[in-house]
């Protein structure tokens, strides 16, 4: 009998494995080696350089000259990648389970990338306190990714949870890295809280703006589906919408990842 597609299953405040998408995690990595972030940092074709053993043979063949290679402008050495899971109680059901999926698919596909340092953060409020858990961190065993069920409650702190861990990244900085923070999310931020004026959607597009003057780069997932909040947020070309469809996923993600990357300032 054919197993049911993890993807789709629906549990709350339990412990879960998370469903793992092959293509995505493909469609991931495939992305990554293409940046200037890769260690895969040579430019193919040249006319002078290294001599391309893979291509050399067109010389005789072709009489072609462009047979050499060159290391390509030197990049950072390390890229920070920070997941920002909304766990507040608008999450329950398929929603934290698509967000969950969706971490356990990057921990898979950064597993073995020794320049990439992957985090996984959940986040919610409740009292009024924003309260910031972490999931996943280089190293660590991936069961963690199992508990994330079990954090869902109360309200959603986007703004204020992206603050939180921007200034972990800025305090920690270093030239030769670059930081991306991916906010996994499924709509409106609902808390307020000190430092926040006006909109509270204002205020978590100040904080994501702030990050990104400072050269940490800031994507946005809507889990929900309508990504419109996070377009405002995040920036249109810096979000994505997902609902369960791995393919589309994996075309839209990738697309914005990639672009991402390629528009990073000054590697930090």
């Known amino acids: ?21 092959g293509a995505t995690v493909a469609s991931i990595q495939t992305v ?3 940046s200037r972030l890769s260690h895969q940092g040579w430019e193919a074709n040249q006319l002078a350089g290294r001599l391309d053993s893979r291509r050399a043979w067109r010389n005789d063949a072709r009489g072609s000259v462009d047979i050499f290679r060159e290391r390509r402008m030197p990049s950072p050495t ?8 909304d766990a507040s109680g608008s999450m329950s ?3 934290a389970c698509r967000a969950q999926d969706l971490a356990g698919t990057f921990v898979e596909a ?6 990439v340092r992957l985090h996984v953060w959940q986040h919610n409020a409740t009292s009024g306190v924003t309260n910031v858990f972490s999931n996943f961190k280089p190293g660590q065993s991936p069961e963690g990714l199992s508990r994330m069920l079990l954090n869902i409650a109360g309200g959603n702190a986007d703004g204020f949870a992206l603050d939180a ?4 990244i800025t305090s920690a900085y270093r030239p030769d890295e670059t930081n991306l923070v991916i906010v996994i999310s499924d709509g409106l931020p609902s808390v307020t809280g ?30 929900a589906g309508d990504d419109r909040a996070h377009k405002r947020m ?26 991402v990357l390629a528009a990073r300032k000054g590697g930090r």
Do not use: C
Not at 3 to 21: A, F, G, K, W
Not at 110 to 115: D, G, H
């Open 1 to 21: 009998m054919a197993l049911p597609d993890r993807s789709n299953e629906v549990v709350t405040h339990r412990h879960r494995q998370p469903y793992i998408n």
């Open 32 to 34: 990554f080696n293409r």
């Open 78 to 85: 390390k890229l920070n990648v920070h997941l920002l899971v």
């Open 93 to 95: 059901g398929g929603r």
């Open 110 to 115: 950064f597993k073995r990338i020794p320049t």
């Open 165 to 168: 861990i921007g200034g972990l």
């Open 194 to 223: 000190n430092g926040a004026t006006g909109d509270i959607l204002d205020h978590s597009t100040l904080v994501a703006q702030t990050l990104q003057s400072k050269g940490v780069m800031v994507m946005g997932v809507a889990i």
């Open 234 to 259: 995040y920036g249109e070309a810096n979000s994505v919408a997902f609902t369960g469809d791995w393919a589309k996923l994996a075309r839209d993600f990738s697309f914005v990842f990639g672009r």
